[in-house]
């Protein structure tokens, strides 16, 4: 195990330097949101087991022009910070929607929520939560990739919490790729 750890620290740590280096090598092409999801949560069916997801993905959602790989990751990110903080067996919920023009999708889970003062740092390298930072295990280097990640994208990565609400985690991607506005 700790040989894993060492492996995505590594791994995290080449993907931050790439990021802010503006190396990112994006490989876009239209993809349906039911595909993105679907990957992420796939790969993460085994730290899933026993937890409710509800995936809501209307009919008839244009595509989205990303990089399929890369956004399962951010997808795949903000599904384990919802394990990682949200009460064990509470549910997940995973959407996307069409919003001015936008593909947004969003991941809301039922944890303690993120106060007002840490939401503008939660995206920045090796930030933790007051309340989590000593017992949370990861590099806290997550947010911030999936933040360069969305940003390479030339999109915007936010989050919506109340304290003791839960937090929802959300990012936009062009639409596009010839899908149909329903």
Known sequence: EEADGLNQLAAEVIEMARIEAGKLHLEKRAVAAEEIIGGALSELAPALKGRPVAVDVPEGLPAAEADLEFVQQVVKQFVENALKYSPEGSPLSVSAALKSGKIVI???DRGPGIEENERARIFDKFFRGRRHRFETKGT?????????IVEAHGERIW????????????????????????
């Open 140 to 148: 806290g280097m997550g947010l911030a990739i999936a933040k360069g």
């Open 159 to 182: 989050v919506e919490s109340e304290p003791g609400q839960g937090a929802a985690f959300y990012f936009s991607l062009s639409a596009g790729g010839g899908g149909r506005e329903s």
């Open 106 to 108: 969003g991941v809301v």
